[in-house]
């Protein structure tokens, strides 16, 4: 989306020094930066998700979006909603792992117990009760 420049959209083409050249140049180089910003905000806010933050955190891009877009509308740039929506699908993928993460954590850990429960009842096997 980025190279093929999909990723933000040129509303209101500007002239510089009366050269629209000069001016699609301008706002071309406005709208990467526009969208490295944007990046680096995701990718910060992506970064911290956890299996309980997801909504927190899905504000946080929308708002980045809209502070963005609303910041660079004197240049008649912005953020393509489509964009928007491939960090949102980003985000969702980072849950996904994230959730699993912690599923494989909680089966770990309940491995080890019952292991170490196997491991008294081998040890002691008249004092210890059914294992559980």
Do not use: W
């Not at 989306?1 to 180089?29: D, V």
């Not at 933050?53 to 708002?63: A, L, P, S, V």
């Amino acid at each position: 989306m980025i190279r093929s420049f999909e990723a933000y959209s040129i509303f209101t083409p500007m002239t510089l020094n009366n050269s629209e050249a000069k001016g699609r140049s301008m706002q071309k180089k406005n709208g990467k930066q526009l969208i490295r910003a944007f990046n680096g905000e995701c990718e910060a806010a992506i970064n911290k998700i956890t299996y309980s933050n997801i909504d927190r955190i899905e504000k946080r891009i929308h708002k980045s979006y809209d502070q963005l877009n609303k910041l660079n509308d004197p240049n008649g740039i912005s953020i393509a909603p489509e964009y928007l929506d491939s960090k949102i699908d980003e985000l969702h993928l980072a849950y996904e792992y994230s959730e699993k993460k912690q599923e494989e954590k909680k089966n770990y850990v309940n491995s080890v117990n019952v292991n170490e429960k196997i491991k008294k009842h081998k040890a002691n096997p008249r004092r210890s009760k059914e294992i559980k």
